[in-house]
């Protein structure tokens, strides 16, 4: 299937919209100039998800659109629309080349108004108390449990990374005992 081509198979030529052929484009209000027909990121992203959700094939396919996108009039809601088909329909003729969207990875902030990444602030001695307390009631691994019943100043994630660095100072602490004993610590395994 070609790309765009799902689009308009989805448009019957029964649907309430005009063929960019045929000569009955729509007609904006004189209120409704150029100017006022601009489209922010936000209102076109709003506008494509209503398009994959809504039935194209409704008589009241605008409205619908329109109640999903309410800044903008019923007028401007068929504009935009006339003119994705037209667009759709060049690209499938072969007039505009297929657009090609850059396929690396972006990284997207999920809230806008982030705070800088806070650097993680040092467990106290109560905390760690705490932490040995839960690891002996909950187990090694239920850090969830643990930070909900025993260290509530500290989230799972949290208490979860503490337990990986203690787990390690122990590990560590115990091999260079072994070391200053005079045992060889130097086990690789093939």
Known sequence: ????????????????????????????????????????????????????????????????????????????IKKHFEELFEDIEKIEMGIIPIPEYNTTTTHVKSNPISQPRKKGTTWTDEEHQLFLEGLQKYGKGDWKSIARHCVVSRNPTQVASHAQKYFLRLRNSAESQQNADGECSTSYKL
Do not use: C, H
């Open 1 to 76: 299937m070609e790309p765009y081509s799902y689009f308009s198979r989805a448009l019957s030529p029964s649907l309430p919209y005009p063929s960019p052929s045929s000569s009955a484009s729509f007609q904006l209000p004189p209120q409704l100039g150029e100017g006022s027909d601009q489209w922010t990121f936000e209102e076109n992203k709003r506008f494509e998800i209503a398009l994959s959700e809504v039935d194209l094939g409704a008589p009241d396919l605008f409205e619908n659109l329109q109640s999903r996108v309410p800044e903008k009039t019923i007028w401007q």
